[in-house]
């Protein structure tokens, strides 16, 4: 499982100030802890800033870059935000996300023919949220080949089938793990990934819904989680949902978990 860490989201106050002050401290260290508790990619978005968007990545980006060893997610849907953070990124990052609306793809496909960055697509387009998996699929074969047409190769390719808010849907579970398994049928090549906390969004005892829907998407075949790495109790359900899917040799992963939470103080 790929973990994407989600901390460093300016809809967060905490993250919000920090990239206001330029506070270094404060923003390395929300990096690195992400990095140390098993975050694959660390997620960075500072869209809430609007107007002050670009010069915050102007400054995050190379900040983090020399302060951590996890390649970035960079979340904008801002298309000058986006060039300018990936002109500072040495290296590859994560575009989040590219939709198959035609505004969105006419403004981020010359970046991502010039840049070659790895992509998030979301499965949305100009008709609106895909009421099925059917649709859902449709959309995620377009990007596919548009993408795949310019040289995005399809392990570098993330398809987001959007996990809705469970409080707003009552079938957005269901809807998301349908298309899920809909799309790694029909697209076994290519990566899948969720946001996994909007489906708790509104909701009481968010963290159970979140790590829940976490192993009921393993199950299905799920690549890859934007979530919050921290979160012990979801750390401890991928952990034993890698294990009994027979996803962890020999338990390795399993029993180094046991013994990091043991040695923390936790049971």
Not at 151 to 170: A, H, M, N, T
Not at 189 to 199: D, F, P, Y
Not at 232 to 237: D, G, I, T, Y
Request: hydrophobic fraction near 45%; glycine fraction near 6%; charge should be neutral.
């Amino acid at each position: 499982m790929i973990i994407i860490g989600e901390r460093l989201n300016s809809s967060r106050r905490t993250v919000h100030d920090a990239l206001v002050r330029r506070d270094e401290t404060y923003f390395v260290e929300e990096a690195r802890l992400q990095e140390q508790a098993g975050a694959d990619y660390i997620d960075l978005n500072a869209s809430a800033l609007m107007d002050r968007e670009l010069e915050a990545l102007r400054w995050a980006v190379p900040l983090l870059q020399k302060n951590i060893s996890v390649p970035l997610a960079l979340d904008t849907p801002d298309a000058r935000a986006m060039e300018a953070a990936m002109e500072l990124y040495k290296g590859r990052p994560l575009l989040n996300s590219l939709t198959g609306e035609k505004a969105k793809v006419e403004s981020l496909l010359p970046l991502i023919r010039n840049f070659r960055p790895q992509v998030i697509v979301l499965c949305l387009d100009d008709t609106g949220l895909p009421v099925d998996a059917r649709q859902a699929l449709a959309v995620a074969q377009r990007m596919v080949e548009l993408l795949s047409r310019h040289g995005i190769s399809e392990q570098d390719i993330f398809i987001d089938p959007l996990v809705r808010p469970l409080g707003v849907d009552s079938k957005a579970g269901s809807l998301f793990l349908e298309s899920l398994k809909t799309i790694k049928k029909t697209l076994p090549g290519i990566k899948t990934v969720a946001g996994l906390s909007n489906v708790s969004f509104g909701l009481p005892e968010r963290g159970l819904l979140n790590r829940t829907l976490l192993v009921l998407a393993m199950k299905t075949g799920l690549d890859a989680a934007i979530c919050d790495p921290l979160d012990k109790e979801l750390r401890a359900a991928l952990a034993a949902a890698s294990a009994l899917l027979g996803r962890d040799p020999l338990l390795k992963d399993f029993l180094r978990f046991y013994r990091e939470r043991k040695g923390s103080g936790g049971h």
